[in-house]
């Protein structure tokens, strides 16, 4: 493994033992020579990937551990079954989704070639052949390249009946035009007839590759990159009535806390009231639609700096939209025991925090 | 009930508009749209702006054919305007909003008589 899952005995407590804890969003890291051994071999693009001397998958510039000065020897990337095992059994994970680092990538990749569906379904085998056991609670997704909607459509059409594949996975960084555009609608539709939701993973950071250039350090860029491309695709995917189109359609929205959710929702009620022919195929306030068809992993869940506040936000929307997510290896992941701590939860809600809507959405 | 002269119906062709000022009610917009008239209180619910004085045309729906479709928007039926201000639609028939139907504007009734059109408040 790329580093230890394992840590010390003693650290402090970061499980929730009391209530069935499901993940939606721990990370799985695939690199491109990884995912060449499950490509096919008269495909080109299969021996660049294996002959690549430097990885061949789109890489932000992040300086994550600030020189050194933020340190996580007690996490790592899982690169096999026993890792994920070890870390479920370290953080108290019953339930794991693993998602790519490809899938949160390949949305950047703009040239016309095959490696966004390669990487896909590269990523999809290997899950399947050695990690992905649902007897374990772990569980994947199939990473859908929104550069290729067809090819997104084929590979859930083909993958999406596979026991422990709960989800179709689109990276919110990358995805032009936004994912509300009909040219998404043939995901959707493969994904509502597998029976899948469709997560959309927040995207962008680091400095040089993110939209807009010029922020000087990743404290701006990290503040805002994955609640920007989460709130762009939801306000396309909201107002261009993907709801309407898909009414079985459950979107899930990740990495991206959760008190924007409900004063972003509102802003785009008072734009319909105003313009309301131009979100033509909605019936209702963009509000209902979020709070009816869409849910949003917890993590970074904010700092409770007013329980009342925090709480309202979340009513506002429906504590039962709301799902823990951990972002799990990542230096600011958020350990079960967050939720516990925000203080503000009932214990039916942590219940339903924690795992039980996770159970019902990917039916796991 | 009270009944408020407006105009003779010969004022008051297809496309033209007339205000009302009442006791009741303040000022009421009458339209006539393609023969039909129709009342409605000139006050938007939104800001109090000037909605009688604002594009009458049809109400704007929206149309899916299916899969890989762009959604189109055309035409409906019903007859709408809209505030001036800030653009929110009003069905004339019933004076609620074309996006939701829990925020409306009063509506009136609207009689010919002997060639003299009136309001029934």
């Known amino acids: 493994m790329v580093a230890s899952a394992e840590r010390p005995a003693g650290g402090s407590a970061v499980t929730d033992r009391r209530h069935t804890v499901v993940d939606v969003d721990a990370h799985f890291l695939d690199t491109s020579k990884d995912l060449a051994a499950y490509m096919p071999e008269e495909e080109p693009w299969t021996e660049r990937f294996e002959e690549a001397r430097m990885d061949m998958l789109p890489n932000p510039t992040p300086d994550l551990y600030r020189g050194g000065r933020i340190r996580r020897d007690d996490v790592g990337y899982p690169v096999d079954h026993d890792d994920v095992v070890a870390i479920q059994d370290h953080v108290g994970f019953d339930k794991i989704v693993m998602i790519p680092m490809a899938a949160l990538l390949i949305a950047s990749i703009q040239a016309d070639d095959r490696r966004p569906e390669l990487l896909a379904q590269g990523f999809v085998d290997l899950m399947l052949d050695r990690i992905v056991d649902p007897d374990a609670g772990i569980y994947s997704v199939i990473p859908a390249p929104s550069t290729d909607p067809g090819a997104a459509a084929e590979l859930i059409d083909e993958y999406g009946q596979e026991d422990g594949i709960i989800a179709a996975c689109l990276g919110a960084e990358g995805a032009e035009p936004p994912l509300g555009h009909h040219r998404y609608d043939v995901i959707y539709d493969a994904a509502t007839s597998a029976d899948l939701p469709v997560i959309v993973h927040g995207g962008g950071s680091g400095l040089d590759s993110f939209h807009r250039k010029g922020y000087a350090n990743w404290i701006e860029s990290h503040s805002i990159g994955f609640v920007q491309t989460n709130i762009e695709q939801l306000t396309s995917m909201v107002m261009q009535g993907v709801t309407e189109k898909f009414p079985d359609l459950d979107v899930v929205f990740e990495e991206s806390g959760v008190l924007w959710v409900g004063s972003y929702m509102y802003r785009l009620d008072q734009e319909y009231l105003k313009r309301q022919d131009e979100a033509p195929l909605l019936d209702a306030l963009p509000s209902d639609y979020v709070r009816d068809s869409y849910y949003f992993g917890t993590q970074p869940l904010e700092r409770n700096e007013d329980p009342e506040y925090f709480r309202k936000a979340m009513e506002t929307v429906g504590i039962d939209r709301f799902m823990y997510a951990s972002d799990f290896p990542h230096w600011d992941y958020d350990p079960p025991s967050a939720v516990d701590d925000l203080g503000i939860f009932s214990e039916a809600e942590k219940e339903m925090l924690l795992g039980g809507t996770a159970e019902e959405v990917f039916d796991v | ?121």
């Open chain 2, 1 to 121: 009930m009270t009944r408020v002269e407006v105009a003779p119906a010969t004022d008051l062709d297809p496309g033209d508009r007339a205000l009302v000022d009442t006791d009741e009610h303040g000022e009421i917009g009458v339209f006539n749209v393609e023969g039909d008239y129709y009342a409605i209180q000139n006050d938007c619910p939104h800001r109090g702006g000037p909605v009688c004085e604002g594009k009458v045309s049809k109400t704007l729906v929206g149309e899916w054919e299916g899969v890989g479709e762009r959604p189109i928007t055309k035409y409906g039926d019903d007859p709408a305007i809209s505030c001036p201000w800030h653009g929110w639609d009003f069905n004339l028939t019933d004076g609620t909003h074309v996006g939701l139907e829990s925020i409306s504007v009063p509506t009136f009734d609207v009689v010919v008589e002997d060639g003299t059109v009136y309001l029934d408040l």
